[in-house]
């Protein structure tokens, strides 16, 4: 496995009851960044977890994280020609904007399944509007849930948000 530094402190948070509700991963490889995205998750959810921390990775939130049919997860991607996470309209948002995302963490959950989680990938792709409109849900999110942004770019991202997150670097390339 990759990275076994930051999985590690990741476990010992979840076990400490120190897991940040909001995680930056940091890699300049897209595959780990969405591998280590869905690790965090089921580090965060899974009822099941080890000593050491590992999830089960057998029990529903662990299967439903890794195949895609966690009843709780939110998924944020940018869209469109300017490949661009817009901010989307206050009343009714259209899906894959960000206003519709935060929209999920609000509504009133209809399963077991635990944790929301919320994965906005490529989150370097928000413009300002968004970021600055993110910035609440990530300042006091909702109870119960868990956010992971991903992105190669962190520089891209504003100073407000970045600070309300954990940041995981996954640097391959270590120049």
């Not at 299967?63 to 469109?80: N, S």
């Not at 609440?136 to 891209?156: Q, R, V």
């Amino acid at each position: 496995k990759l990275f076994p530094e930051v999985l590690t402190c990741l476990k010992k948070a979840r076990t400490g009851g120190r897991l940040a509700h909001a995680y930056l991963i940091q890699s300049d490889d897209p595959d780990i960044r969405e591998e280590f995205a869905i690790l965090a998750a089921m580090i965060a959810s899974c009822p099941n977890i080890d000593e050491a921390g590992s999830p089960c990775g057998v029990c529903n939130s662990c299967k439903g994280l890794q195949d895609d049919t966690y009843q709780e997860l939110y998924r944020l991607t940018p869209c469109g020609k300017m490949y661009m996470i817009k901010v989307g309209d206050s009343p009714n948002p259209d899906p894959n904007t960000l206003r519709w995302f935060e929209e999920m963490f609000y509504m009133t959950s209809t399963s077991l399944a635990g944790k929301k989680v919320g994965i906005v990938s490529d989150c370097d792709r928000m413009n300002k509007e968004s970021q600055n409109a993110f910035l609440k849900t990530l300042e006091e999110p909702p109870g119960d849930t868990f956010f992971i942004l991903t992105t190669g770019n962190p520089l891209a991202l504003l100073p407000t948000t970045r600070s309300r997150c954990q940041l995981l670097p996954l640097l391959c390339n270590r120049c």
